[in-house]
């Protein structure tokens, strides 16, 4: 099955930098790539999404790019704001009528003043 | 965007008792809905995938017989935790999709479970 790493797993930057979070998976059939964010306690919310047929992505101050021959892909936050500390999970999609979504272990945004 | 409700949001049970958590959606027929799991500081862990009037299909490690889901409508599915123990308590999170070639899965609000 499919199989998401995800990296780094705490990521601190200065308020007003970029924050960059690299993911990797398995399944070279995986043709899905969501991106989500979750603040303590609540759901999970896709905040950009990319599909294999497209290798970058972009959405005012996120981006997210995409290797498939490496199976890569990337969310880049710029200028980034107290408000992007949160917890964000990449994932990736299996083909199939299931398309189950597979996350990454996440990573800890902290956006220091 | 569509909306997922889930009830209840919160929930206290005694060790061995039974308890269900129902993932509606509420303004769009979902064919397919996911149960996940999360722990405190971990990621979300797919435990099933629900098919509108079939069998669940449970994820390696999940026990079909503890968490028994049901998903009788395509608005309705349900997680029933059955014979609850301490080590069930978590924050249990459903999403759901629609058919055809849309990938975007609408994610409930969660239900965060303590067993006593």
């Known amino acids: 099955g499919e199989n998401v790493e995800q990296h780094p797993s705490t990521l601190s930057v200065q308020e007003g930098d970029s924050a960059v979070i690299k993911c990797t998976y398995s399944?070279?059939?995986?043709?899905?790539f969501p991106w989500y964010k979750q603040e303590l306690g609540k759901r999970p919310q896709l905040i950009i999404d990319?599909?294999?047929?497209?290798g970058e992505k972009k959405d005012q101050r996120i981006a997210v790019t995409l290797n498939k021959t490496a199976k890569h892909f990337s969310l880049h936050i710029t200028e980034t704001q107290p408000e992007d500390s949160a917890v964000y999970f990449c994932a990736a999609m299996g083909v199939g009528r299931d398309d189950k979504i597979i996350f990454g272990k996440g990573t800890r945004l902290h956006i220091l003043p | 965007g569509a909306v997922v409700s889930q009830h209840p949001s919160r929930v206290i049970c005694k060790s061995g008792t039974s308890v269900k958590i129902e993932c509606r959606s509420l303004d769009f027929q979902a064919t397919t809905m996911f149960w996940y799991r999360q722990f405190p500081k971990q990621s979300l862990m797919l435990m099933a995938t629900?098919?509108?009037?079939?069998?669940?299909?449970?994820e390696q490690g999940v026990e079909k017989d503890k968490f028994l889901i049901n998903h009788a409508s395509l608005t309705l599915s349900t997680l029933t935790v059955t014979s609850a123990h301490p080590e069930d308590s978590s924050f249990y999170i459903c999403s759901a999709k629609t058919s055809g070639t849309t990938d975007t899965q609408y994610f409930g609000p969660g239900t965060r479970l303590t067993v006593l």
């Open positions: 990319i599909r294999s047929n497209v």
């Open positions: 399944d070279s059939a995986s043709n899905y």
């Open positions: 629900s098919n509108e009037g079939s069998k669940a299909t449970y």
